[in-house]
């Protein structure tokens, strides 16, 4: 099974600030590897898709970089409601899997 | 507009079976991949199991395996999860979950989740 490994596990930050979180595969995963935003009560979004394309609809602070075991979701100029937990998740393991998530990151209001 | 919306959760006793929902409206279902994935209390998130579009293949967890059946009723926009002998550690929100393009793993639109609570 493919293990993903998240740092910083959280994180606590001001508003307006960079923040980057980590996501190292325990295997090359190529591109196939997307990040999600999860508040506490509400389903889960996804934000950035195969390592780097931003959903529809993402605002444009939010990028994905990395390619092969190592990744980076960087949120730029923090907004309040940026304030969640952050997943990432792989899904070149399928078929016949498992698909496997990050531990999570959650970034807090400094 | 993408909306799923899962039914079927509730407290339910050691053993004993459950089935849970999920109604889909605003894609074409049967030309997507489905999937569920749970997060149990204070937990991240746990992918169940996917089912193809045309419900010939799927795929679960070893967490799961033999005791969950996903399904769906591409003639009702319908997708299932049958959980038989629930165990305590299967207690937490399911998330009905489409997936993008022709993937099978790239979650893209969740539902609110239903929670199931496994206790005696």
């Known amino acids: 099974d493919i293990q993903l490994t998240q740092s910083p596990s959280s994180l606590s930050a001001s508003v307006g600030d960079r923040v980057t979180i980590a996501c190292q595969a325990s295997q090359d995963i190529t591109k196939y590897l997307n990040w999600y935003q999860k508040k506490p009560g509400k389903a889960p979004k996804l934000l950035i898709y195969?390592?780097?394309n931003l959903k529809t609809g993402v605002p444009s602070r939010f990028s994905g970089n990395g390619y092969g075991r190592h990744f980076t979701l960087t949120i730029n100029n923090l907004q309040p409601e940026d304030f969640a937990t952050y997943f990432c998740?792989?899904?070149?393991?399928?078929?016949?899997?498992?698909?496997?998530f990050g531990g999570g990151t959650k970034v807090e209001i400094k | 507009e993408v909306h799923l919306l899962e039914s079927g959760g509730g407290l339910v006793q050691p053993g004993g079976p459950l089935r849970l929902s999920c109604a889909a409206s605003?894609?074409?279902?049967?030309?997507?991949?489905m999937n569920w994935v749970r997060q149990a209390p204070g937990k991240g998130l746990e992918w169940v199991s996917t089912i193809v579009g045309s419900g010939s293949a799927t795929y679960y967890a070893d967490s799961v395996k033999g005791r969950f059946t996903i399904s769906r009723d591409n003639s009702e926009n319908t997708l299932y999860l049958q959980i038989s002998s629930p165990r305590a550690e299967d207690t937490a929100i399911y998330y009905c979950v489409k997936a993008g393009g022709q993937s099978l793993g790239l979650f893209e639109y969740w539902g609110q989740g239903t929670l199931v609570t496994v206790s005696s």
């Open positions: 998740q792989q899904y070149d393991d399928l078929p016949p899997g498992p698909l496997t």
């Open positions: 195969d390592a780097s």
């Open positions: 605003g894609f074409t279902f049967y030309n997507h991949a």
